[in-house]
């Protein structure tokens, strides 16, 4: 089985939903790929609004959810972070570049480590010294994966994955699509654990 992970390095339900989705594509044998896609692009196309061109009582909501999201799964993320959002293009170039050069499991593990830099640690994940600690901190080659994720190809992949995220009907981070199914949101990963267990 193979889990199409669609996420936002900018949100904080993915970052909620990290190391769970990790541990039931492992428990389950699946294969997981992440696509640090561009919602920016989807969500005029989706119904979907960024978060400052929501109403202020979807954003007053939004904050109440995550604070507590964050007790239910002691998870110690800062609702408002300095750095948030981050500038975006950078580090999702080079989740891609080590996705498609390395392989998925590293990719993953660098988003998920500047997701917990964002989120925790409130440090700004779109700045070149940041990402590239970020980068060594998963025992990667920082000045390598910055000068291969500096190549155009790769901004040019990660808009062809957001037309692809389109074409399948995703429309929000993180969603996790095995076959033909979506899962839209951390909160519904048991949903996605029953579905592993089928097989």
Known sequence: MQIDYFASLNSPWTHLGAARIEALAAKHG???????VDFGTIFPVSGGAVLPKRAPQRQAYRLMELARWRRAL???IQLQPRHFPARELPAASAVIAVRETI???????LAHRILRALWQEEEDTGDAATLARLIGA???????????????????RRAA???MAIARGVFGAPSYVIGEEIFWGQDRLDFVASRLAEG
Not at 103 to 109: H, K, Q, V, Y
Not at 138 to 156: K, S
């Open 30 to 36: 699946a294969s997981l790929r992440i696509y640090p």
């Open 74 to 76: 002691d998870i110690p």
């Open 103 to 109: 392989g998925d499991a590293p990719a993953i593990r």
């Open 138 to 156: 998963c025992d990667l080659d920082a000045e390598a994966v910055l000068a291969l994720a500096a190549e155009p190809r790769w901004a040019e």
């Open 161 to 163: 994955d957001t037309e």
